[in-house]
């Protein structure tokens, strides 16, 4: 979504810019320029990069414009497996929790009042 974003302002300046200095947007348009300056910009790439690191380039741009593989059950089960506690019994205390949902939440984590 971002990446979207980021595209549609970085055109949306250029051509701001362009009509600030009365500039006619046809001349913009002009299809061999583009392919000069992609072709430009994509050779320096590929010059000036191993291809470990244009693969990784490539399937960064795929990532750019997928979803996010992070959801909050994933995040949920990633926190909870790298601190140890995979497999017991976890509760988890959604949030916004009120005082009441936290204190009852504390109530059960530490068990049965003693008295003594």
């Not at 549609?8 to 500039?23: D, K, N, R, T």
């Not at 497999?87 to 059960?108: I, Y």
């Given at each position: ?47 000036a990069n ?67």
């Amino acid at each position: 979504m971002f990446s979207i974003i980021g595209i549609v302002v970085v055109f949306g300046a250029v051509v701001a810019g362009y009509l600030m200095e009365h500039g006619n947007l046809k001349v913009l348009m002009q299809p061999a320029e583009l392919i000069i300056i992609l072709g430009a910009a994509i050779g320096t790439v590929l010059i000036a990069n191993p291809i470990h690191i244009l693969m990784k380039i490539i399937s960064g741009i795929g990532g750019a414009f997928g979803g996010s593989p992070f959801n909050k059950q994933r995040y949920t089960d990633d926190a909870i497996e790298k601190h140890g506690v995979r497999g017991r019994a976890v509760r988890v205390l959604q949030k916004p929790f009120t005082h009441d949902t936290l204190a009852q939440g504390v109530r059960e984590a530490l068990g049965p009042a003693r008295r003594v």
